[in-house]
């Protein structure tokens, strides 16, 4: 075999899983003697995820955040999974991935656009006056801060609300993201000149980034969620179909323009 060329670049290498004739690890763990059986899903997960042995706060509050985004009823990732499952059910994979792909800026990973927010505000020098200007740059943009404000939940959404109280009842944290997402708040209601709803993806943005989560990681805990969600909306659509109904109520309530003169 020939040596490595100079300045070649590295083979890619895995981590995550390696297997012999008669046995299959995950990283550094014997699959059928250290995990199956002695670990929950939630901690093998996080082991994969961060790469590190999980701490009970890290379960604890994962498992809260998981139970939180699973379900928000008729949303869009939701209605997506019932109308193609509908089209296609013999393709349940399909219907769940379908609303996957609805987990995004504006929907459930909402907590990856406020998490970027709370970075900035823990690289300023002055965290209060950057919060500031984040505020008024989205009023005068007639935008929403991310991870404030819901349709539904007013003054207060009671999801968020929980998820810090269950992070702050934790000595381990740091508790930067908490104050940052504080700080974030006050200049919200200080810029709005009213008090303006933390939402759970908000919340769910300072709990994960406290547990040591990267943003640029967080939609995937959104996307693993959901799809136990999606996977119920697809039990339920079995059992009682709706895809049609909602088709059918869409097709009648939005109307049909057509160009030219009427008939």
Aim: net charge neutral; glycine share 8%.
């Amino acid at each position: 075999m020939s040596a490595p060329r100079p300045n070649a670049s590295p083979i890619p290498e895995t981590r995550l899983c390696s297997h012999t004739l008669t046995s299959l690890h995950y990283r550094d763990k014997n699959l059928v003697e250290d995990l199956l059986g002695q670990r929950s899903f939630t901690e093998v997960m996080l082991m994969q995820i961060l790469g590190r042995e999980p701490r009970g706060v890290d379960m604890r509050l994962v498992d809260a955040v998981l139970i939180t985004l699973m379900e928000h009823g008729l949303t869009p990732s939701a209605i997506a999974t019932r109308l193609v499952y509908m089209s296609a059910p013999e393709n349940l994979q399909g219907a769940v991935a379908a609303g996957l792909m609805a987990v995004g800026s504006s929907f459930v990973g909402t907590m990856e656009n406020c998490a970027r927010l709370l970075d900035q505000l823990q690289a300023a020098a002055d965290p209060q006056a950057e919060a500031l200007a984040i505020a008024r740059r989205h009023k005068a943009e007639r935008s929403a801060v991310p991870g404030f404000g819901h349709h539904l939940h007013k003054p207060v959404d009671p999801r968020a609300y929980k998820l810090l109280d269950l992070a702050r009842a934790e000595p381990e944290l740091p508790g930067r993201h908490l104050q940052a997402l504080a700080t974030l708040s006050a200049a919200v209601d200080a810029v709005a000149g009213r008090p303006i709803t933390l939402n759970a993806t908000g919340a769910v943005a300072a709990l994960l980034g406290e547990i040591g989560v990267p943003t640029g990681v967080m939609r995937g805990f959104a996307v693993i969620s959901r799809a136990a969600g999606l996977v119920a909306h697809i039990v339920e659509e079995q059992q009682s179909p709706s895809g049609r109904f909602i088709w059918s109520t869409v097709e009648q309530a939005m109307p049909t323009v057509v160009d030219g003169p009427s008939p």
